[in-house]
Nanobody
Framework: QVQLVESGGGLVQAGGSLRLSCLVS????????MEWYRHAPEKQREFGAG???????NYADSVKGRFTISRDNAKNTAYLQMNSLKPEDTAVYYC???????????????WGQGTQVTVSS
């Protein structure tokens, strides 16, 4: 059974930093892309950042230059370093992994349960 667990959320003042982690566990053949999304109150869930298995990254315009996504393939973990945080970054942050489970040779998307990030002004 594949499981994604996010951690690192919390309360921070505007201008501060947080680092989120997403650990993927279970019987996995290969992890392809890993992505971070966020869902703010009364808004739709939106893409934040993504990274391929080869390390190529892309970002939403709203976080570009402030957030950095990375991954440690040996640890099946993705990270999101968030700097210069703003109150509008307040949201539940979700990790998504596109991967091949060990006994199913078809790529599927898995989501974590989310971690709350609150930025005070």
């Amino acid at each position: 059974q594949v499981q994604l667990v996010e951690s690192g959320g919390g309360l921070v003042q505007a201008g501060g930093s947080l680092r989120l982690s997403c650990l993927v566990s279970g019987s996995i053949l290969r992890i392809n892309a890993m992505e971070w999304y966020r869902h703010a109150p009364e808004k739709q869930r939106e893409f934040g950042a993504g990274i391929t298995s080869g390390g190529s990254t892309n970002y939403a315009d709203s976080v570009k230059g402030r957030f950095t996504i990375s991954r440690d393939n040996a640890k099946n973990t993705a990270y999101l370093q968030m700097n210069s945080l703003k109150p509008e970054d307040t949201a539940v942050y979700y990790c998504k992994a596109k991967l091949l489970p060990h006994n199913i040779n078809v790529e599927a998307a898995y989501w974590g349960q989310g971690t709350q990030v609150t930025v005070s002004s």
